[in-house]
């Protein structure tokens, strides 16, 4: 009940850790996150192999197509408080 949680009341545990991303140089993490909670709006699956995955175009559009804001982030709320985060996550 104190997690942050989304928009839609669902709560959030940690997605990603940022501090990992740049130390192992895996920006596909990032875009994998989007995608997954594009997915996620759309109510579809998707797969992406490695090697052999889906293009930072098809991402983006995905993102687009499930109505999110250009840069895929949210607004996050304190679970504490009900309040709004300052930033966008």
Known sequence: EDMPYLP????????LNPL?????????QVLELHLGMAA????IHVASPVFDGAREEDVWSTIEEAGMARDAKTVLY????????????
């Open 8 to 15: 839609d009341g669902t709560p959030v545990d940690i997605m």
């Open 20 to 28: 990992g991303v740049p130390s192992r140089m895996n920006i596909g």
């Open 40 to 43: 996620r709006a759309l109510g």
């Open 78 to 89: 304190d679970g504490r408080s009900g309040e709004p985060f300052d930033n966008r996550v």
